[in-house]
Structure formats: C-alpha cells, structure tokens
C-alpha cells in the first residue's frame, strides 16, 4: 500500500508522537470474543438497481465490522462451500460461514502460530497472500515484510516451514509479495506489488511446484498494470485463467480497483504480461481498498470474491462482495 502510507503516516502521526513510540507498529491480535456482523451494501449507492460492472454481474455484498479493535486489515481469502477464512496483513485470522441470506454463523478469530521473526510487530506478520492445495491439506502464506513464503496446515494452526528465496531479495518491504496464486498443474507464480529495487518494471516468478521445497523459481517473467495501478492478489479461474486485482490510491482515500485476465499459457520466459481489463470498481460504484480475491464455480457459473482492507481506519471499510463473471472471451492475454 506504498501510495497510501504518506496519508496513514500522517492520521498516525499524533498518536505515536503522543504515545513516544518509534519504531515497527506493535502487533495487534484479535481477543477471544469472536463477535462479527454483515450489513448488505450496493454496487451504487445512487442506483440501487445497478448490477452490472464490466463484465461482473453484481451479486450481492456486506460490510463486516466487530467491536475487537484488531478487526479488520484483510488481504487475502479462502472459500471452501459457504466458509471463509480473511487473513489480515498482521496474522490476524476470521472464520465464519455466510448464509445465502447473507447472515453470518459460526465466527472464530485466530492468528498466524508462527512466521518471520518473532511476531512482536506487525511486519514480522505481514502477510499479504494466501493460496491453498485443492484438497486443502496445505496453505501457503506470503509475508510482504519479508519476502517470505511460508507453509502451514490446512488450518493455519501450525507451520510446517519457510523461506525467503533469493529471486525475491531485491523485492520492496512495502512493495513486495503481495500477490500469488497456485495453478491447477502444482505450479506457483507471484508479483511484486511495485518495482522491485534495480528493475524496470513488475517481476513476476513461476515456481514449477512448491517454492518452499524448492525455492529457485523455474522462471521470470514481467508485469504491466495499468498506469498507477499495483497488482494487489490473484487467483486462477475454474476456467484455467488467471485474474489480477490490481488497485490505485487517490488522494482524499480514493480507491480504484480493475480486474484483468491473464492467460497462464502468455506466462513463459522473459514475458511481458499486461492482461485484458474486464471490470474496474471506481466512484460512483462502491470501492475501497480491495485486497483480496477468489474465484469459485456455482452450478454453470464462475463467480468472483473481493474482500477489502480497511486499514482499521474509520474513513474505510472491511467489504465482501460477490460477483458473477459473464465473461466468455477466451484469447490470450496481451504478453510477448
């Protein structure tokens, strides 16, 4: 979130001069009273019938708020039927199920067990991307304080084991593995958010299997979003595509969010990926800081989640919205 961290440095500033603190932000965990609510939104607040955005056909959303002053910060999601797990960017963990009328049930809070560095301040925590296998024994974390990849149990409860990869080491701390998915085939790719320190553009790596087994990335490639635009996490459709949420910060906190596709057959050595824009988020429309992706399929159709990060400021919001894509173009993406 580097465009935004002038801002937050700013609305932050009072209370670490007030408080004498210097330093790496504290890590703030969830308490044990796992209380959340959803109240629906709109697509347009000014349109209530409004549905449509690009190519996703707006299903419906909510706004998750709790009274644990830790909740909030989520950017990155699994789905497994109607349970969801949010991973926030300092370990913080929420389970629930959502019910087709949007209520939800069964909420419990969690954190991260283990990761880089001890866990005292939010960037040993910083994690910024999740994928999980699909028999969902397994997850893998992306710690964006450190460029790290860890793996954990199906439940996050316990890690099996780390590591930073050296084709990562000149990725930005605040600009770094912010997006990653795992691919059908057992292959893994990331994306720096920003320019990684001596490079012209995005990199982007592709694993052959498991990076945390074997580290050394089987090859490079590089990714061009739109103008002021980051990529923010990605996800591979059931159709074999792959979908970037990429997101842009204005000042007065503006967000702007686009999705683009990607077909994985464009990712090959030395490539330069730029994807094909199928929707944008932007005022009117609802929008905030959207962080998280997943697709699923639903009988016939393929439906996209996004999930925001608030920042636990008050000017933002924690947002799930459920889209349905009604997409059928098939071409590759743009890459050379």
Request: aromatic share 8%; proline share 6%.
């Amino acid at each position: 979130m580097k465009r935004s961290m002038v801002w937050l440095a700013v609305v932050a500033m009072p209370l670490f001069v007030g408080a004498g603190w210097s330093g790496d932000a504290r890590l703030s965990l969830l308490g044990n009273d796992a209380r959340m609510t959803a109240r629906r939104v709109m697509l347009d607040p000014d349109d209530p019938a409004r549905r449509r955005a690009g190519s996703l056909t707006f299903i419906g959303g909510v706004v998750l708020t709790s009274p644990d002053p830790a909740f909030g910060g989520y950017s990155a999601m699994a789905i497994d039927g109607d349970r969801f797990t949010l991973l926030s960017d300092d370990g913080n963990i929420v389970r629930f199920r959502l019910k087709p009328d949007w209520r939800v049930e069964d909420v419990r809070f969690a954190a991260l067990p283990a990761g880089p560095a001890t866990g005292w301040t939010k960037r040993s925590r910083d994690s910024e991307s999740m994928v999980v296998d699909a028999a969902g024994n397994r997850a893998w974390v992306g710690f964006e304080g450190f460029n790290e990849i860890w793996r954990y149990d199906a439940g996050l409860a316990r890690a099996q084991a780390g590591v930073a990869p050296a084709a990562m080491a000149n990725w930005r701390r605040n600009g770094g593995i912010e997006t990653m998915a795992r691919l059908a085939d057992g292959r893994f790719v990331a994306i720096s958010e920003s320019t990684p320190y001596g490079e012209s553009s995005r990199v982007g790596l592709v694993w052959a299997a498991d990076p945390v087994d074997a580290p050394v990335p089987a090859f490079r490639f590089r990714y061009r979003p739109a103008p002021r635009f980051d990529p923010a996490d990605m996800t591979q459709l059931p159709d074999g595509r792959l979908v970037v949420l990429e997101r842009r910060f204005d000042l007065l906190f503006r967000w702007s969010n686009r999705l683009v596709l990607i077909d994985p057959r464009a990712l090959t050595l030395g490539s330069i990926i730029e994807g094909r824009e199928i929707a944008r988020l932007a005022a009117p429309l609802i929008h905030d800081n959207f962080e998280g992706i997943a697709a699923r399929r639903e009988g016939a159709a393929t439906v996209i989640w996004l999930v925001s990060d608030d920042n636990r400021l008050p000017l933002q919001r924690s947002l799930l919205l459920k889209f349905r894509l009604d997409d059928r173009h098939n071409e590759p993406s743009a890459g050379r």
